[in-house]
């Protein structure tokens, strides 16, 4: 069981816009920014959102992040199929003092 | 560009022990935290240490606690996480990453943990 709650699956249709949430608490997500991964199993995870709403260079604007007191979520707009795959939320947490991630949402593009 | 290459995974023992090496290139390596997540078969991302850019503060996930140490040699820009008393649930594939918000990931280095 993950500190960080996020939805197992999510999808959506090329063009739509999808969200997924990550539910946390006032030691982690309400303290501290939030980050947010994209994974395909086998590759090397990148850097979507830091600092709860900020683009590393490189990433299509297409990705945006939000925080309000312990959630967060990450939006993407104008879905494509090369968006399908693993996305993870993450950040610090006091009472564990460590890194914690959300267990993960399966985004399937249909 | 940034590139992060992990090595020193392989199939060992219960109650062995590996080391894991990360080497960095391309990246201003002695200015960040780096890090090291793995991934379980068939499991999310989990995050098992990290340590800063002098190599004076480390935390570990409790599962790793007193089997793991996480160093860093910034002269040649090389990270490494020694790992004792491995157990079966230690099976996983070993990520280091780097920067202040995990910005950047190497490919990863399977371990397996069997007899």
């Known amino acids: 069981q993950s500190v960080l709650t996020q939805p197992p699956s999510a999808s959506g249709t090329p063009g739509q816009r999808v969200t997924i949430s990550c539910s946390g608490s006032?030691?982690?997500?309400?303290?501290?920014?939030v980050s947010w991964y994209q994974h395909l199993p086998g590759t090397a995870p990148k850097l979507l959102i830091y600092s709860d709403n900020q683009r590393p260079s490189g990433v299509p604007d297409r990705f945006s992040g939000s925080k309000s007191g312990t959630s967060a979520s990450l939006a993407i707009s104008g879905l494509q199929s090369e968006d399908e795959a693993d996305y993870y939320c993450?950040?610090?947490?006091?009472?564990?003092?460590?890194?914690?991630f959300g267990g993960g949402t399966k985004l399937t593009v249909l | 560009e940034v590139q992060l290459v992990e090595s020193g995974g392989g199939l060992v023992q219960p109650g062995g022990s590996l080391r894991l090496s990360c080497a960095d290139s391309?990246?201003?390596?002695?200015?960040?935290?780096m890090y090291w997540v793995r991934q379980a078969p068939g499991k999310g991302l989990e995050w098992v240490a990290n340590?800063?850019?002098?190599?004076?503060?480390?935390y570990y996930v409790d599962s790793v606690k007193g089997r793991f140490t996480i160093s860093r040699d910034n002269a040649k820009n090389s990270l490494y996480l020694q790992m004792n008393i491995l157990r079966a649930e230690d099976t996983a594939v070993y990520y280091c990453?780097?920067?202040?918000?995990?910005?950047?990931w190497g490919q990863g280095t399977p371990v397996t943990v069997s007899s």
């Open positions: 990453a780097g920067g202040n918000a995990m910005d950047y």
């Open positions: 006032s030691s982690n997500i309400g303290s501290y920014n």
């Open positions: 391309g990246f201003t390596f002695s200015s960040h935290w």
């Open positions: 993450a950040t610090w947490d006091d009472s564990l003092n460590g890194w914690v």
């Open positions: 340590i800063n850019q002098d190599g004076s503060e480390k």
